[in-house]
DNA sequence: CAAAATTCAATTGCGTGCAAATTAATTTTG
DNA sequence: CAAAATTAATTTGCACGCAATTGAATTTTG
């Protein structure tokens, strides 16, 4: 009884709090980062979510929707709107295929191309202003990238 | 053909992708939690920003916005309508501070109290999702902390 | 003490995120 | 092959999150 099913005995108070929480600071860490892109991104005119946006594009040109919500994580709700601004800014461009008229692909611009050396300006100062070694940063990745898994197995989605 | 910036080339290309970013681990871990929570919080009809009100709420009754803001790093402009909709709810109440009537001092409710005893269920369900032992948690949590204070010291905020 | 500066909360505007409903196109099937 | 089911993207509605503005109360200061 003591080890392991009755354990709501073993929690105590103090878990509550927010600085004992692993989800509040996941979600401080984010904001922390949102913050830290900002200044850098707006020079260019971009959030954080549509430059996310353009770095998978720069992997892999011309994808429809779908495919990069898969790749970051968003539904078309989010995309839809997103992807119009990211249009209407010159970084993309989106076309119906028309080999199936339900997708939309979505490819860069010559704008949007150019863009991608300067992004590695963007990565630098990020990996500066974290303060930790690439080795570091790997390790942290890694162990986040685990604990999403597991978070998002829960509910059927990989 | 020459780089102006020398160290641009010892960044890879391969930095450019999201699985190697840190900053879109933070960000995919933040949703991740985020989606485990929501079934949880829904059968209460909160939200996880307003969870964390309540769980500030639960360590320290009776605080001002301001306070609240910074206890969960967020801003007035965030909290006030949010505030609205918790005390619409019944879990808080919101009242002017006589003694200083620019603040709102916020308190909890017999419901917002009652709410407390179950939130340890939740916290369970969730470290159950998460699956990872206290102690792996905890050294995560002190990591994020650590790199949270390190962005956040880039701009004067702490 | 009165004007100026500061502080606090609320409001406005914009861009996510996500669920649910909608529309159009394609695939399945009876 | 036509009806039904499925799929992809858009749209709608709601709740953050943040910057900037507003308005009221308090503090500073000249």
Redesign the interface.
């Known amino acids: 009884m003591a080890n392991k099913a009755a354990?709501?005995d073993t929690?105590p108070e103090e878990?509550?709090?927010?600085?004992?929480?692993?989800?509040?600071?996941?979600?401080?860490?984010?904001?922390?980062?949102n913050?830290?892109?900002k200044?850098l991104l707006d020079r260019f005119g971009l959030t954080?979510p549509q430059y996310?946006v353009l770095?998978?594009l720069?992997?892999q040109d011309e994808m429809t929707v779908k495919r990069i919500g898969e790749?970051?994580?968003l539904d078309s709700g989010t995309l839809s709107p997103l992807l119009k601004r990211l249009e209407a800014a010159g970084f993309v461009a989106r076309q119906r295929d028309p080999g199936d008229e339900r997708q939309v692909i979505v490819r860069l611009t010559e704008k949007g191309r150019d863009l991608?050396s300067e992004?590695?300006?963007i990565?630098?100062d990020?990996g500066k202003?974290?303060?930790?070694s690439l080795e570091e940063?790997g390790e942290?990745?890694e162990?986040?990238?685990q604990?999403?898994r597991?978070?998002?197995s829960?509910?059927g989605a990989d």
């Not at 509550?16 to 980062?33: E, I, N, P, T």
């Not at 202003?129 to 930790?132: L, T, V």
Request: aromatic letters at 12%; a positive charge; hydrophobic letters at 50%.
């Open positions: 354990h709501i929690i878990a509550l709090s927010l600085g004992k929480q692993l989800c509040f600071a996941v979600y401080s860490a984010a904001h922390a980062f913050r830290a892109y200044p954080y996310l770095l998978a720069w992997q790749e970051i994580g991608k992004a590695f300006g990565l630098i990020i202003a974290s303060g930790c940063a942290i990745r162990t986040l990238h604990l999403t597991q978070l998002n829960g509910h």
